[in-house]
C-alpha cells in the first residue's frame, strides 16, 4: 500500500516568506508527527496529532510554526515570517492508534531552504 | 529535559564483522524505546520498539536489548554487510506525553 508522502520534496524561499508543508500518512492511521531534522542531528519532535486535534505542540520553537490537520488525515505545517534558521528537512510520521509505543512509518521529508 | 544520547557517533567496520551501539535515556518514566535504520536518500524505518525491561526483539542478523532501570538500550548487527550502512536511530518516549524524542544518531560504515 502507498506510504506517508510529503510535498514538496525540496522548497527553496526567501527569508520573510510564508510557507506550508503537506503531509499524506497512511490511510488509516490516527496518528501524525511532525519532526524537523537539521545536519548531524536526530529528528527533534515538533508536534503530535491525534485524530484532528494536537495532542502534543509543546516542540514547535515559537509562535511562526503552525500545524492543523482539520479532517484527521492530510496534515499541513506552516511557518510564517522564515527565517535562515529554519533550514532543515521536515519529516512527518504516521502510526496506528494512540501512544508513543507504536511503530512511526515515515515520509521522504520536505527540505526547506530559506535563502 | 530529556535527552538521548548515541554512541559512538559514527562507525567503520569491514564486511562480516559484529557490532553494536548504546543508546542512553533517562530511566525514570520510561514508556517505550524505539530503534530505527535510515538509508542515505531514503525514510527512516522502523526496526524495534520495546516497552518492557529486559526485553531483547531480533529480526535477523539485528537485535537489541533494553534496561530500563539504569537507562540504556543496546543494538548489535552480527556479520554486518555493506547493505547494512545507515544511520541507527533510537528514539525514547515517556509516560504522560506523546512526544519522542530522538538521539543524533549512529553512523555505520560497513566494507567490503
Known amino acids: 500500500g502507498a506510504g506517508v508522502s510529503q510535498t514538496p520534496s525540496n522548497k527553496v524561499t526567501e527569508k520573510g516568506k510564508y510557507v506550508e508543508l503537506r503531509c499524506d500518512p497512511i490511510?488509516?492511521?490516527?496518528?501524525l508527527y511532525w519532526y524537523r531534522q537539521s545536519l548531524g542531528q536526530g529528528p527533534e519532535f515538533l508536534i503530535y496529532?491525534?485524530?484532528?486535534?494536537?495532542a502534543d505542540d509543546s516542540g514547535l520553537p515559537n509562535d511562526r510554526f503552525f500545524a492543523v490537520r482539520p479532517e484527521g488525515s492530510v496534515s499541513t505545517l506552516k511557518i510564517q515570517r522564515t527565517e535562515r534558521g529554519d533550514s532543515a528537512v521536515y519529516l512527518c510520521?504516521?502510526?496506528w492508534g494512540e501512544g508513543s509505543y507504536n511503530e512511526q512509518f515515515f515520509g521522504p521529508g520536505t527540505r526547506l531552504t530559506v535563502l | 529535559i530529556l535527552n538521548v544520547e548515541q554512541s559512538p557517533q559514527s562507525l567503520h567496520v569491514q564486511e562480516g564483522d559484529s557490532t553494536n551501539f548504546t543508546c542512553s535515556f533517562p530511566s525514570s518514566n520510561f514508556y517505550a524505546l524505539h530503534w530505527y535504520r535510515w538509508e542515505t536518500a531514503k525514510s527512516p524505518e522502523a526496526l524495534f520498539v520495546m516497552t518492557l525491561n529486559g526485553d531483547e526483539k531480533k529480526k535477523g542478523r539485528i537485535s537489541a536489548t533494553l534496561n530500563t532501570k539504569e537507562g540504556y538500550s543496546y543494538l548489535y548487527i552480527k556479520g554486518s554487510q555493506p547493505e547494512d550502512s545507515a544511520t541507527y536511530l533510537c528514539a525514547f518516549s515517556n509516560t504522560g506525553g506523546f512526544k519522542t524524542i530522538f538521539g543524533a544518531g549512529t553512523r555505520l560504515f560497513v566494507k567490503a
Open positions: 510520521a504516521s502510526s
Open positions: 490511510s488509516g492511521h490516527t496518528a
Open positions: 496529532f491525534q485524530g484532528t486535534g494536537a
